[in-house]
């Protein structure tokens, strides 16, 4: 076990939605990251979240957006839901060298 | 830009054997590589982490090993198991500050037959 945790462990939303995933730590890891992987691919970095600022970003659309509360828990936000975000979303924790990433189990997200 | 290359895509073994996986990278500046689990429709389960100064860990039946200046890491799977039919996945991350990006291959999907 990881001690990182996501909900929901899966969602259906039609195109043009919006949607809300959630991540938390046990351990209060004070870095969280979002990863979007698709079927067949390693994961691709969203952002990140270091003291509850996002401090880097992958190329993701500004529609991508994130959260990051006091107690190291976390919300990746996606408007304007479009049928290729369908995918595995991943949130990974970490703190303090050697920066070790603790990874949740994912959120499965379909688009309709 | 950092660019991830796992060799092979999937690999089929009878159980017992021994096998490496491998795992290269174009940028040889990074902070630590780490190799992870991940079973079907799940999450990643870290395995291993080599930091930038380092050239090996061991966990059990697994060796890692880093070589920066060829830009190349192997895992080492000694004695494979059934259980460990999964896809791994090696990542980098780079140095500086509070980067903690992770770049990753598309892994090696990994099947052990009993």
């Known amino acids: 076990e990881t001690g990182v945790t996501q909900s929901p462990t899966h969602l259906i939303k039609t195109r043009g939605q919006q949607v809300t995933l959630r991540c938390s730590s046990q351990?209060?890891?004070?870095?969280v990251s979002w990863y979007q992987q698709a079927l067949g691919q390693g994961p691709q970095f969203i952002f990140q979240y270091y003291r509850e600022e996002e401090n880097g970003r992958g190329n993701f659309p500004p529609r991508f957006s994130g959260l990051q509360f006091p107690n190291y828990s976390s919300e990746l936000n996606v408007n304007a839901l479009e049928l290729d975000d369908s995918a595995l979303y991943l949130c990974?924790?970490?703190?303090?060298?050697?920066?070790?990433?603790?990874f949740g189990p994912g959120t499965r997200l379909t688009v309709t | 830009k950092q660019e991830v290359t796992q060799i092979p895509a999937a690999l089929s073994v009878p159980e017992g054997e021994n096998l490496v996986l491998n795992c290269s990278f174009t940028?040889?500046?990074?902070?630590?590589l780490q190799w992870f689990r991940q079973d079907p429709g799940k999450g990643l389960t870290s395995l291993l982490l080599?930091?930038?100064?380092?050239r090996e860990q061991t966990s059990g039946r697994l060796n890692a090993s880093l070589d920066k200046s060829s830009g190349r890491s192997t895992l080492y799977i000694a004695a494979s198991q059934p259980g460990d039919s999964a896809t791994y996945l090696c990542a980098l991350s780079a140095p500086g500050g509070s980067n903690y990006k992770l770049t990753f291959g598309k892994g090696t999907l990994l099947t052990v037959n009993p």
């Open positions: 351990s209060g890891h004070n870095t």
């Open positions: 940028d040889s500046a990074i902070y630590n």
């Open positions: 080599i930091q930038s100064s380092q």
């Open positions: 990974a924790c970490g703190g303090g060298p050697p920066r070790e990433q603790y």
